[in-house]
C-alpha cells in the first residue's frame, strides 16, 4: 500500500510518532499538515524541472517532497542533527533531493550551490517555513548573499510578512519593508492559517514570494548599506518625528543639527513629519544629500 504524502496530518503524526519526535521550540518547529498549502507554495515559487531549489529548514521532510516532485534538484539545510536521519528515510525514494546539516547564517551559499547542484548555472529559488524568532536576519543575510536568486518564497509570521509589503504611510511600513524594497520585489501570495500546523503556532502565518526588481531604483543611492543604515536611524523611534530621529547624526553640534534642517528644506522634507511618511525615493534622496554636504 502506498504511503500518504508526508506533509498529510496522519503521515506527519506517524512519523513523530516512529522517531519519537517533539518539535523543538528552540528551532521554532511547527510542521506544516495541510496538503494544498504545501502545493500552492510551490506554485507560489514557480518551481519547474529546469529550477534548483535550496530548502531552509526541510523539518521531516514535508514541504522538501512537493518540492521534489516539481524541481529538478533540492537542496535542504536543516541544523538539528535529530531529524537528518529522519530526512534520510522518508526522502529516500527522492533521488533528486540532498540534505546537508548546516546553519543557513553561517553558510558559503555560493560554494555550496557549485558543489551541490549538478547544473549550478540553473536557476536558484530559495523556499522556506522559516522559524518566527529569526525571520528578518536569515532574509537579509539571502539579500547580502552575491547570489542572485531567481526567487525567495518564505513563509513568516502574518505580522512580518505585513511589513514586508506594506505601503508608505501605513503603520507596518518601516525599516524592514525598505530594506528588502532595495533590492526586491514583496509580493503577499496567501495567509495561512495557525491551524495548519502540528504543534499549532500561536499566531497565524503568510507566503510572501521576492522577485529582483523589475524596475531600477528611483534614484542612484550613494552608498546602499549607508543608505539603509540612515533608514534605522530615522526609524529608531517611531513615535519621534524624522527632525528628532536625525538629532542622532549632530548630536549636541548647533551647527550640524542646523545644517541636517537645511538639507532637509531643500529636499522640501518637513522635519515634523514621521519617518513612515517617506518613500525610498526621499530616502535615498536625503542620504545622497546629507553625505554630499559631509553630514553622513
Not at 495561512?192 to 522577485?211: M, Q
Amino acid at each position: 500500500m502506498a504511503k500518504s504524502a508526508i506533509g498529510s496530518s496522519s503521515r506527519t503524526k506517524e512519523i513523530m510518532r516512529q522517531y519519537g519526535l517533539r518539535a523543538k521550540k528552540g528551532f521554532g518547529q511547527n510542521f506544516l499538515t495541510d496538503q494544498s498549502i504545501l502545493q500552492n507554495i510551490v506554485s507560489a515559487a514557480e518551481i519547474g524541472k529546469d529550477d534548483n531549489v535550496i530548502e531552509i529548514g526541510p523539518g521531516i521532510g514535508a514541504l522538501t517532497e512537493q518540492l521534489a516532485l516539481a524541481a529538478g534538484q533540492v537542496v535542504g539545510l536543516e541544523i538539528d542533527v535529530d531529524l537528518l536521519p529522519v530526512l534520510k528515510d522518508v526522502l529516500e525514494p527522492y533521488h533528486n533531493v540532498k540534505i546537508l546539516h548546516q546553519d543557513v547564517l553561517k553558510a558559503d551559499l555560493p560554494t555550496l550551490i557549485q558543489q551541490e547542484f549538478d547544473h549550478p548555472e540553473a536557476p536558484i529559488k530559495v523556499v522556506a517555513n522559516l522559524p518566527y524568532y529569526i525571520t528578518s536576519p536569515i532574509l537579509m543575510g539571502l539579500l547580502n548573499s552575491p547570489v542572485d536568486w531567481d526567487c525567495i518564497c518564505v513563509m513568516m509570521q502574518r505580522e512580518v510578512a505585513d511589513r514586508l509589503v506594506a505601503k508608505v504611510g501605513t503603520k507596518q511600513y518601516g525599516s524592514l519593508t525598505l530594506a528588502i524594497e532595495m533590492s526586491m520585489d514583496a509580493e503577499m501570495a496567501f495567509g495561512v492559517s495557525r491551524h495548519s500546523f502540528v504543534p499549532e503556532p500561536n499566531v497565524d502565518s503568510a507566503i510572501v514570494t521576492l522577485h529582483r526588481r523589475r524596475q531600477p531604483l528611483p534614484v542612484a543611492p550613494f552608498d546602499c548599506d549607508k543608505i539603509l543604515s540612515l533608514i534605522k536611524i530615522c526609524f529608531a523611534h517611531r513615535r519621534k518625528n524624522l527632525g528628532n530621529n536625525l538629532k542622532a547624526l549632530s548630536g549636541k553640534d548647533t551647527d550640524k543639527k542646523n545644517a541636517v534642517l537645511k538639507v532637509l528644506d531643500e529636499l522640501r522634507i518637513d522635519s515634523r513629519i514621521r519617518p513612515e511618511q517617506l518613500t525610498l525615493e526621499k530616502f535615498i534622496q536625503l542620504g545622497n544629500a546629507l553625505h554630499d554636504h559631509d553630514l553622513y
